[in-house]
């Protein structure tokens, strides 16, 4: 699916119309216009005006996948588009511009396509192995770590793409060598230091990772990466300005907090429970 295959795409205020009225039921979905508004949607998919970005563009795709009207070589097709340069990786590596809402909330379709994908298995291998793939690179490569924009609502980047980390975690193809690969960057957003996560970014950080551990990530490997912490804490203390070693600091006790408590119950991870609690008293 390509976004410029119509050229006679909606307005964003044609398309916000659209939209509320097939949300309120005075408009019904159908195929002979749904390849139209699907581009229109995906041409404004980093507007600045959240409710049309969030409320109708996001909401209308996921009830769309969840209600099943959209079929599985259509999701196909969606994530295709969402993996492209214009998408994903749009203005990739700018820090407080707007390219963000088009890069955060591509991610959230790809959510929402594999999602559709644990429940329906019409991926391939291959596909899942792609994602992972750009995923990765993605997370790597995002620096614009602002949560909620005064005036443009949610960006939220990397809580975002957790979101999709947790469903490749899910995902029927995910085994130990993915999940290594997946946990490594998401270990590294969890302690930046650019600035302090304020929105429950280390929450989100967290679900694919305790995904993981559920799924039979040796606690070992989380266990290790543990132990380097107060260690690597003084070496970036040496190398950052001032503010910013406690950017990092906030970020560190956050995560692991709450890694604490959402792991508290688990008997399975109890040494890991302890892991946790000695790392913190050498912060």
Known sequence: MNKTEHPALLTASELKEVLKQ???????????????????MLEHMGST??????????????????????DDSLLSAL??????????????????????????????????????????????????NEVKNKMVSYINTEKDLRGFVAGKGWAHSIAHAADVFDELAKNRFAN???????????????????GVY???EEERILNPIVEM???????????SLLQKVPADMEMRKAQLEEENYWFLIANAKSFLKSFYIQIED????????????SCLAQL
């Open 22 to 40: 097939i949300q309120t039921g005075k408009r019904v979905w159908n195929e002979e216009d749904g390849d139209m508004l699907i581009t229109s």
């Open 49 to 70: 005006d959240s409710t049309l970005r969030d409320a109708y563009i996001y909401g209308t795709f996921c009830k769309l996948a969840m209600d099943k009207k959209l």
């Open 79 to 128: 994530l295709d588009t969402c993996l492209t340069d214009d998408m994903l990786f749009k203005g990739i590596g700018e820090a407080g511009t707007d390219s963000v809402l088009t890069r955060s909330f591509t991610t959230l379709l790809i959510a929402v396509v594999l999602y559709r994908d644990n429940e329906s298995s019409f991926l391939s291998e291959d596909k899942i």
């Open 176 to 194: 130990a060598e993915m999940f290594t690969e997946l946990l490594s960057p998401l270990w590294k957003k969890a302690f930046v230091s650019a």
């Open 198 to 200: 304020i929105h429950d």
């Open 213 to 223: 551990l559920k799924k039979g990530l040796d606690f070992q490997v989380v266990e």
């Open 266 to 277: 688990s008997t399975e991870l109890s040494e890991l429970h302890k892991s946790i609690r």
